[in-house]
């Protein structure tokens, strides 16, 4: 297999106007078409375009709103049609730098009221927090900015935003997630899983971006440890099958997002998908499926803080039984992403 | 310190009319006074009562609507008043008899419309399943009914209902959860950890009930893998110190509770609750707190459907530093149901 | 008919400790029992028990939060038997005094946080208005704090919470709407209405307060012109036919209720309320029905501040063609109290 | 006045291919550049482009889903820049035809469960209902489908769709609300009033659509009586002057609007716009303004039906005493429809 490994190594111009970066899902032309099968070897800014960079620099002082959270990409994946499903196998996600940021904003998180939870009160204090990222020791370096505490915790690389171009010829703001995927914030989006999407327009309009050092589940403040990130990933078609809600499978799980507001509604909504999920791959009839994912789901939050909010339904495939998940496609691109790790010397 | 353990083996009577049983806090005279300190030696029924016992027992027609989650207790505590502390230490939770119970309840459940989330749609399809309940190999034998799927989950018992006597005078049904505790419904309560409960009332008039084999998070049909449970716990008091809303101590995490509607405001009851706590350890600031549990959370839904929804926060204790949770009271517990089980003979 | 109206005095004794008044729905002992159709000439204190009297009086000063909201009541129906509906008219609604009062109240109301939509952010400020409440021009005479601004409003006298004990056994806070009534906090419940309340107790155990001289529909800073209120009103039951949601009849429109959080499920019960009581009297169908209200319906919001949230759902009777509302019970109601009225001089 | 008045009777083609309609706010060509100032003589499509004309078309299956609620539009507006309100005036708003179509739509409406608030229960029948418009008496005459039932219901046309391009660079589907405005859906928009739009982008790029001849306040079922429009509108600019959330002011009242999920947010959206309004026009502090509009505002739903909520506050001008709303833009806009009306023998 390794011999015809198509590899795609369109990448961000550091030095371009970051105005013409993609900011929306849809509403953007492809940087580059791609065979599906294709492994893309590229990398992402954080969600501030690099521009905070020191514990004084200000999020909302130092960046134009309208230019947040840039996504690498789309990438137009040829034979991609609307009724089909991408997949999107993450191979490595490695922090293209040795710090990460963090910030409160102004009238942003959920522990303060926002421009759509709107109250009289005044904001939060604004401060940005600079981590050190300890690529060696896989942590996260913490220090607290008003007192002598620090903390290492543990590094988790991921992608809080992995979408396509929305249906109904909508085009979506980076920083928004929902059927089309976006800016979901689950730190289930780490390497080594694979995102199944739906593909809602031709070619499929598929950007990543949003790279987390790690996060902390429901993403409390609104922003994570915030990184430039060197990925590598595999997109690949299941031709012929939809999937309404963006789905996840790692080694052990599989997975299932529901974004929207209030917080119970994308509950219900990765649960509704995880009980059809269960029933179609398992053969049990939807009551039975129900009762099963009663007793079986583990229900993280993945954000709730932004425009939409997202949950996460996650099954243990060990309680399914043997089972073929999406046409085999996570094992094979399991697959391809050690030969290419081989190929390449890659770990 | 084996030598004075107070021990109360105060219990329910099985044979006893179902009636005369607690299915409220508060409004409840104490079945029992105990000092602080004492190991609480019990059982309690399953939420149905024991009247759901075959496939072919449906809920609703062999229980009384009024009669549901009955509680063991309430306890007094002697001493215990407004603005003090409950401690609650589970020094085992186990199974009473080999088989589970779960069913479907019409109008009730996160995939249904409800009483509260009301719609013109006709209820689901009620019905009941029997899990087996291996004590030896610690699995719940789970059998779909509709087919021939099966499963082995791991077995984890643990208390749906755990509360005391409400604020304000109120008298709440077991049904509910809130800052009283009560139905929280999260596996998080299991055999180990402490649970700390604002005192309302004199005497606390502490309860307990609805033993769950396993459930998953969010008990997405409303109803876990339910059974009758051997308990063992500890009560004791943390004077002079008020917890707002319910929290719990493992050996390896801080975990706070929050329960209402909608569930993104139970998540910013235990988030803000926990910023709060991990300030009060750490002596971060707020804001430096907000920060660090933002990067830090693991969130897992409680349940999404009972008549508040319960959110759970919780941060690793390796990430805190050297901190003294609550007066140390939770090693302390842990040390006393050590010497009660050597002195009793009991794993 | 005038020859036999029973007429009951009862009243609060305004020289009595408050804590001795009722501050729950259910868990009282009733004042006083009346035979159904007895006239009930009463009054009730405002919701700070009298002791917000000037600007200079903050209410979280000069109340103890255990004892807001104090209820006239209860009151034992006689006959009263769960599975009847309780009919209660309000004959007239009058200010006891020429002022009335408002506050802001820290982390109380729709536009700040509060202890179950919980943030990190500050209070508002505290602050207290005095309104003049003019009974000869029917005006509620607006004074701005800080600056010169006044306004003259309507009177529009109104109780905000109206209810009896609820049901399983439950204790609610006076502070608290739902299906057995409580702090609905709507304009609806005025002078020359019939509310109709499910008889959940022996007795039912009836009662009323929080008089308001107006409110806007939300009351979104969380108090209205609070004022005692002299208000007569007429009891009565309908018999073997249970109100799952409290009702309003006035001479124009039929009305129900709903109280739950989030306010879209508040709608929605409301509104399914309201599609099936179309349906039992015109006959329709209920999608028929669904359709009707859909084109027909008013819908004003009650309140967003309260503990549960109250939406109501109005449909103008003109539209029902010839229908007999809850066995003609509200015209009846009218003809009493006019009645009373001319056999004791009242307008 | 009327010498200059421009008049712009740019109108949809009805034979023209439905594809090629504009079905979002923004992402569309506009269609034709007026002058601020314009008199639009125009119509729109009913939501349906026309295609359900009987009780048995059902809209599942003559209608595509992506070609739904088909707007008017976008006219661009000289000179209108990001930062500027436009204002948008109704002269008249009058039903194209004597027939208006009403449906149940799987899936959709308040009282059912739908792709988000997504439950495990069937959809509800599908039906249409085909009303008569009465321009005669002003009436639209109700059938029941299942019964005999009928009834007059006033005729009050209004729109349910009127918006701009979003910011952000987001293009967001016809049949969703927000701060660009869009499917609001509030019976408000009727004839008589002005509509304050936030410019986010050059030209503003207005469309409307979405007519209805009436519908209750929530639209409960999802669909009011829909039909097509012959509408009257000028459009004008407030230079410099930005409007977060769309207002509406009628001769009586200034009006407020917010849209999101859950209802309360959208209500907290709506009142804290109308507390800095009223706190602009009146000078009262925010404090002041916030217990003022919390005993005067009237808060109606607009929907509970579309992919977000709207809630409507209203003030009485009357209260407001003598103050000058949006630079006065409201009566010198009645004004010139008078002028226009008189010029062209329009009542």
Known sequence: MSDNIEVCTWAPDPDAD??????????????????PGTVIDSWS???FGGRVQSTSDMSTSVCDPRF????TGPFYIEGAEPGDTLAVHFVSIEPRNTWGVSTTVPFFGALTSTGTTSTLQPALL??????????????VRYAAADTKFTAA?????MHGTVGVAPALGEVRSSLTPGDWGGNMDTPEMRAGVTCYLNVNVEG??????DGHARQGEGETCG???????????IVDLIKGQPTPWPRIESDDYIITTGSTKPLEDAFRIAHTQMV?????????????????????????????VDTNYTMVAKVAKEHLGNVTVMNNMHARMRAKAAAWRAQNGRK
């Not at 993609?22 to 032309?29: D, R």
């Not at 922003?223 to 990933?233: F, G, I, K, S």
């Not at 059809?276 to 709730?304: C, E, K, M, R």
Request: aromatic share 12%; glycine share 4%.
């Open 45 to 47: 800014f954080d969600c």
């Open 204 to 209: 499929a309009l598929f950007s990543f971006g």
């Open 68 to 71: 947040l959270n840039p996504q």
């Open 276 to 304: 059809h999920w269960v029933s179609d791959l398992t053969g049990q009839s939807t009551i039975d499926s129900y009762q099963f994912v009663s007793q079986t789901a583990l229900t993280p939050v993945a954000n709730v």
């Open 18 to 35: 970051p105005r013409t970066f993609a900011y929306t899902f849809g509403g953007q032309s492809p940087v580059v078409s791609v065979k």
């Open 223 to 233: 922003v994570a440890v915030e990184c430039a990130m060197d990925t590598v990933l």
């Open 153 to 157: 915790l543990p590094l988790d690389p």
């Open 126 to 139: 604004e401060r940005t927090w600079i981590y050190e990222l300890d690529l060696q020791d896989r942590l």
